[in-house]
């Protein structure tokens, strides 16, 4: 996929540069700078330079239309008219950043004042002066139903610079979701209502594609998997995986056949995600794949391309969303819940997140999958104690929109059930948060990333026009 594009443009007023001498070629290196540093976030900058009057917004904004840009930087150098942006963000349609940022967090007023000549410090000042049209901005967009955020510092201030690269990486998931190409394999688990969703309003949302696939082609491929195929696939679950002493030769091999024949539908396809069940009659060729996916499908996810069991389509959009922002995304549900250490335990029998256990994931086997038919391996995990963030794609009442929730893994006793699952203590107690999360109405699965990226995930509701609530 080509880079992410990201739009930048300064504005000031073309009155002052006649007036006041280097001023235009301060801001312009400021510009410069802003734009090295965003570049630096592994994003093309597409620059329009200093726009400065209302013709020059009109070029502008064509020049960022036609590059085809997901968000907008808008570098306030100075004071400036609303109508030199104006007419940009209403071309582009993207969301707008205005960044307020001055040259240094304080001015040197002594220094300042000791320049003796008046004219020469209205031009610092007006270096200076970035806060002084961001209201008048904040109220044209307003008026016009511009979507906008602010980002407020100075040119070397972390806190500003971590909010910008937020920006970008949430521009960048909001682009890979919408190149994303989701395989829907199988059905429905019969009955879980809540996992239902409408696979338009899927593609509606995220521009995800949808590609129903069949098991008859899967069958296909496993078919004509070769013995050095399965040998090099046994030697990565081997690289991977503790593999268990427990797990018979044949499961292993099992295993190894249908996740050579997983990776070859994926290729096929193009896939980026994947949400599957199945069940088929005992005994059926069918029923033998299915009872031997687990193992494989762990192997996409930890590569991210993740894969949701009970085919949950929602909760594959939201182990996405996690993969892109780099923070892992396995699947899950509620397990139990601890009141005497105020902890909740979340895990899963189907697919994990490898790269973000705790230590080194277990294939061990299984002498039943619960509500499922058949037997096979499975994976035991845990997930890295420290930060994690939990997410929801919801589809309520009235539309989709995202569920978030920032918590701890924290040490403890797991289940040694053959499932990933670990203990998480949320800063509300497990009472409100059980109570609270389950409010909002989402499908009982969820995503887990480790770090907390609540803020990243606010910011790519925004570029995707979504509703987003975070329960804490």
């Known amino acids: 996929m080509n880079m992410t594009k990201a739009g930048l443009f300064g504005i000031g007023l073309d009155t002052y540069w006649g007036q006041f001498e280097g001023l235009l070629d301060n801001l312009k290196s400021y510009q410069a700078q802003i734009k090295q540093k965003i570049e630096s976030f592994h994003v093309e900058v597409v620059d329009a330079g200093m726009v400065d009057n209302p013709e020059k917004a009109r070029t502008a904004a064509d020049f960022l239309k036609s590059k085809d840009v997901e968000i907008v930087f808008l570098y306030v150098s100075t004071y400036a008219l609303s109508s030199t942006v104006l007419p940009v963000a209403q071309k582009v349609k993207v969301p707008v950043v205005i960044l307020n940022l001055q040259p240094v967090s304080q001015l040197n007023y002594k220094a300042f004042n000791k320049l003796g000549d008046r004219g020469k410090m209205t031009g610092v000042w007006l270096e200076h002066c970035q806060a002084c049209s961001v209201p008048e901005i904040a109220s044209v967009f307003n008026r016009t139903g511009i979507q906008y955020d602010f980002v407020t510092g100075y040119l070397q201030d972390e806190e500003a610079w971590a909010e910008i690269e937020a920006w970008v990486e949430a521009a960048k998931v909001a682009a890979a979701m919408r190149n994303n190409r989701l395989g829907v394999l199988g059905h429905y688990y019969g009955g879980m209502l809540d996992v239902y969703t409408d696979l338009t309003k899927q593609s509606a949302t995220f521009g995800t594609h949808i590609e129903m696939l069949e098991m008859c082609e899967l069958k296909k491929y496993r078919d004509e ?26 499961e292993i091999e099992r295993a190894a056949r249908t996740s050579v024949s997983l990776d070859k539908l994926v290729k096929a396809h193009n896939l980026g ?148 699952n670990s203990r998480y203590k949320f800063p509300i107690g497990a009472k409100e948060f059980i109570n609270q999360w389950s409010k909002q109405g989402p499908a009982h699965h969820c995503a887990i990333g480790v770090g907390h990226i609540a803020g990243k995930i606010e910011k790519l509701g925004k570029i995707l026009n979504l509703k987003v609530i975070q329960i804490c």
């Open 225 to 250: 998997v070769s013995d050095s195929e399965v040998q090099r696939k046994i030697e990565e679950f081997h690289t991977t995986f503790e593999v268990s002493s427990e797990c018979e030769p044949d």
């Open 273 to 420: 995600a994947m949400a599957y069940y199945y069940e088929g009659e005992t005994g059926n060729e069918y029923e033998n794949i299915v009872t031997s996916i687990i193992a494989g499908n762990t192997l996409l996810t930890g590569k991210n391309i993740p894969v949701a069991g009970e085919c949950e389509v929602k909760n594959a959009q939201a182990m996405k969303i996690m993969a892109e922002f780099g923070a892992g995304g396995s699947f899950s549900e509620f397990y139990l819940m601890d009141f005497k250490d105020d902890v909740v335990y979340l895990g899963h029998d189907g697919p994990a997140h490898y790269a973000i256990a705790e230590e080194k994931v277990k294939l061990v086997p299984l002498p039943v999958y619960h509500g499922k038919p058949g037997k096979g391996l499975s994976i035991q995990m845990n997930v890295k104690n420290g930060p994690v963030t939990l997410l929801s794609v919801v589809e309520g009442k009235e539309g989709i929109f995202l569920l978030v929730a920032e918590g701890e893994s924290v040490e403890g006793p797991v289940l040694q059930i053959g499932n990933t």
